[in-house]
C-alpha cells in the first residue's frame, strides 16, 4: 500500500487496501495477535448489557477507505495510455427494451399544495409502450497493470481503476483476475 499511495484517488482497489489496513488490527506482534483473537472469539458475556469495549486500532493517517463498485460488459474497445498513464476502457452497447408510459394528461383531482401555494397534480398514463434503454458501462480509466486477458469481445467486471475479473464470452470462470492470469 505505501508503495502505491499516491494512486489511492485513481485506483478503488488501493483505497480499500488502505481501509482494511486501517480498520484491521492484523497480526503485527503478541499484543495485537491476541487482540485479533479476542475480538473474533465471539465472547457473550454473562451480565445482561455487559459489553466488552476494544481499544481502537488506527496503523496510520494516510490509510484512506474506499469502495470496489463497478460495471460488467463486453469491451468495445482498449485506448492506449494517457498522459497520465491511464487507459480507457470502453464497452460495447448494450440496450434493453422496457414497457413504460410514452404519453400522459394532467389529472384531474389535485394530489399536493406546493410550497408556492398553488395546486400540484399527478399524471394519468394514456398511452403504453415498449421503449428501448440505454444500459451501456460508461467508460473506465484503468491502470494498465490490470490489463492482461482484456481485448475487444470479452467480458470484464471493471471499477476504480482495476480490471476486476476477465470472462470469455459465454464462460462463468475468469480468465484473469485484477491484472494477474488463472490457469
Not at 488506527?58 to 494517457?82: C, E, L, M
Request: glycine share 14%; hydrophobic share 35%.
Amino acid at each position: 500500500y505505501s508503495c502505491l499511495e499516491a494512486e489511492r484517488d485513481k485506483e478503488r482497489l488501493v483505497a480499500g487496501i488502505g481501509g482494511e489496513l486501517y480498520n484491521r488490527p492484523g497480526l503485527r506482534g503478541p499484543r495485537l495477535a491476541t487482540l485479533s483473537a479476542i475480538m473474533n472469539a465471539g465472547l457473550v458475556l454473562d451480565e445482561v448489557g455487559a459489553k466488552i469495549t476494544y481499544p481502537t486500532v488506527r496503523h496510520d493517517y494516510r490509510f484512506k477507505i474506499g469502495g470496489y463498485g463497478g460495471d460488467f460488459g463486453t469491451i468495445a474497445k482498449v485506448s492506449k495510455p494517457n498522459a497520465e498513464g491511464m487507459v480507457t476502457i470502453t464497452f460495447a452497447t448494450k440496450s434493453e427494451k422496457q414497457e413504460q408510459c410514452i404519453e400522459t394528461k394532467q389529472a384531474k383531482q389535485a394530489s399536493r399544495i406546493n410550497p408556492d401555494g398553488s395546486l400540484g397534480y399527478d399524471r394519468d398514463c394514456v398511452k403504453w409502450g415498449v421503449v428501448a434503454i440505454d444500459k451501456t458501462p460508461d467508460d473506465q480509466l484503468v491502470h494498465p497493470r490490470y490489463l492482461e486477458g482484456v481485448k475487444k469481445g470479452v467480458n470484464a467486471y471493471v471499477g476504480g481503476g482495476v480490471v476486476m475479473g476477465v470472462f470469455p464470452k459465454g464462460k462463468k470462470t475468469p480468465i484473469a483476475v485484477m491484472g494477474v492470469l488463472v490457469k
